[in-house]
């Protein structure tokens, strides 16, 4: 099992990650919301473990929140030392899949992962590919082709074509954008978005190729394999 730990108090990271490994799951962790938001966002785990109360201006149910709209369903398991019910309710309304709070025994942390696992659709098996049309986009090396053509794309493109080709078919928003690979919850008046998509059809659309990304008039823009 391939486990993110988002936890920023290292007594208790420490206390996890240890028993993780000893329990023989691969750990990934951080003690930031954005360090937190870069790797839910941009690599495949089996499950996440999410501190509800992270330092910096990206909380824990923000991470969640962003994973959800962009059709992620990794299982999450939130931990917290708030333990009200209305506390617990808006964790899991948030789109946690389970809420542990602290202080909390590893035994009973090992067991909620292992019933997160057996209730995922997916099992323990990620989601490791995507493709549109005869795009394809390798989500464990990070390789990108068009038919018999390698894309080198820079990190903040690769997320942005991730977005984009989960998301096949759907209008996707400026603000959806940019909440869900830049991690913006509000707008900073600028053209980041536009410009990042601009450099980005470069890359995807050779010439000869059919268009896959499209501009939709006040709206904002829709990949499509049908171009």
Do not use: C
Request: neutral net charge; aromatic residues 6%; without cysteine.
């Amino acid at each position: 099992m391939k486990v993110l730990l988002v936890e920023d108090n290292e007594r208790v990271s420490r206390f996890v990650v240890k028993g993780l490994r000893e329990a023989g799951h691969t750990v990934e962790h951080v003690d930031n919301g954005r360090d937190g938001m870069f790797l839910a966002t941009g690599e495949p785990f089996d499950v996440i473990v999410m501190d509800r109360m992270l330092p910096g201006d990206i909380d824990g149910l923000t991470i969640i929140e962003t994973l959800r709209k962009m059709g992620t369903q990794t299982p999450v398991l939130i931990l917290s030392a708030l333990s009200s019910v209305d506390e617990r309710i808006k964790g899991l309304r948030s789109g946690g899949d389970d809420y542990l709070t602290k202080p909390f025994a590893f035994g009973e942390l090992l067991a909620r992962l292992d019933a997160l696992m057996r209730r995922s659709p997916t099992g323990a098996v990620p989601e490791t590919s995507l493709a549109v049309g005869d795009l394809r986009m390798n989500l464990l090396s990070r390789k990108v082709t068009r038919g018999e053509r390698v894309i080198t794309l820079q990190n903040q493109e690769f997320k942005l074509l991730e977005y984009l080709m989960r998301h096949v078919d759907q209008v996707v928003t400026r603000t959806m954008l940019l909440e869900g690979v830049w991690g913006y919850h509000f707008d900073p008046q600028t053209n980041v978005v536009d410009v990042h998509i601009s450099k980005l059809r470069q890359k995807i659309e050779g010439e000869g190729e059919p268009p896959l990304l499209r501009t939709v008039r006040n709206a904002g823009y829709m990949m499509t394999a049908g171009g």
